[in-house]
């Protein structure tokens, strides 16, 4: 019997908040396990760790959004020029500094997250600079700015909680295809709530979403267009994962999909790489060597990296999620079936001319 690892990040409010875990069920080799629990949508069960996730989630991201005027020290780092060179993604490294900022304003705003969060939510107020936060925004950035490097139309992949907001409140380009994959359930709870707050995907861009209990996610994303001969970018936050091997999937199915150069960045859950490795200086040599088995190049990202301040308002304690960004080195799926087509047709004309030179 397998049980869920939820996102790390509710012990970050201090809510005193258990998970219970509930059993899981697959329902097929390629799905991706989650709960079979039965919800309210007008309550919030804390025997459910995936809704409480996506729930506290949301809660994190209306606070910082209210969030009154602090002035924080953010640093901004040169990109790494061998990495920038390599992945062409605007990402901040934990190397070298150039400018430094203070800021009054929210990280980002959220305007639709408070509509997520019932009343009866257990909510304690957020003082601090949230880790959590501060990768929402890592992602949101380079999302934005690697998706208007891209020509003609662009595809935006998010492996998300089903409460995520970014589909309606980022600014994405003309001609953005994006697609959502996550608890089917907790989706639609969240769709319900949206709709009611008047949320829209801009004008010219499509959003899909795909049911994460898909028996096969990637035909589901390539019947609503997504195309592996194009450049994709692929982003990961809050997605629930039960083990090591539904990680390893993930990566399996992204190196199937995404186009060579495309991009895969987002938190990894430290339990991952912590139920291999024991030694945290091994931990580094053990994810290279996972992403590079399926065709990805990775960078591992300090959150300390990404901005700076004091110890009192950088509130770190309890968050164990690392982000990265990962650049794919392979020829997905699509790339190699064209590539073969091609092959045969310049053999097949080989064959017709030599036999006309006879």
């Known amino acids: 019997m ?5 996102p790390a990040i ?19 080799k390629r799905t991706f396990c989650v709960s079979a629990v039965n919800l309210n949508n ?40 061998t990495f920038y060179q390599a992945f062409g993604v605007h990402y901040f490294s934990n190397t070298h500094s150039n400018s430094f900022f203070t800021s009054a304003d929210p990280l980002f705003v959220d305007q639709y997250a408070s509509c997520l969060v019932p009343q009866n939510f257990h909510k304690e107020k957020v003082q601090d600079l949230n880790p959590y936060c501060l990768a929402t925004k890592f992602i949101d950035d380079n999302l934005l700015h690697t998706v208007n490097l891209i020509d003609g139309v662009k595809q935006v992949v998010l492996l998300t909680d089903g409460m995520d907001t970014r589909p309606y409140r ?21 769709a319900e709530k949206l709709e009611g707050a008047g949320a829209k995907v801009p004008k010219g861009s499509l959003f899909y979403h795909i049911p994460l209990e898909s028996s096969d996610i990637k035909q589901n994303l390539q019947l609503r267009g997504y195309n ?15 083990t090591l091997a539904n990680f390893e999937e993930v990566l399996s199915m992204l190196s199937s999909l995404a186009m060579e150069g495309s991009f895969f960045l987002g938190e990894l859950p430290t339990f ?31 959150h300390k990296g990404v901005s700076e301040s004091s110890k009192e308002e950088f509130a770190s304690a309890h968050y164990s999620n690392k982000l990265f960004v990962a650049e794919q080195l392979r020829l997905s799926d699509d790339q190699m079936e064209a590539w073969r087509r091609q092959f045969q ?14």
Not at 10 to 28: G, I, K
Request: proline content about 5%; aromatic content about 10%; hydrophobic content about 40%.
């Open 42 to 81: 007008d309550s919030i069960n804390n025997n459910d760790p995936l809704l409480l996730s996506a729930t506290t989630s949301a809660f994190l991201r209306s606070q910082e959004t209210l969030r009154p005027g602090k002035h924080y020290i953010i640093v901004l780092f040169s990109l790494c020029d």
């Open 345 to 358: 047709r310049v053999e097949d004309e080989g064959d017709e001319e030599g036999f006309e030179e006879l």
């Open 10 to 28: 509710v012990d970050c409010v201090n809510m005193n908040m258990n998970f219970h875990l509930m059993p899981l069920r697959c329902n097929s």
């Open 228 to 242: 592996g001969s194009r450049p994709s970018i692929w982003a990961m936050q809050g997605f629930p994962m039960m």
């Open 170 to 190: 980022l600014r994405w380009p003309a001609s953005t295809i994006i697609f959502d994959i996550s608890p089917e359930r907790i989706f639609q709870i969240a």
């Open 272 to 302: 991952l790489s912590d139920a291999e490795t024991e030694i945290k200086s091994n931990r580094k040599q053990w994810l290279d060597k996972l992403f590079m088995s399926n065709g990805f190049r990775v960078e591992m990202i300090n």
């Open 2 to 6: 397998a049980f869920l690892h939820a």
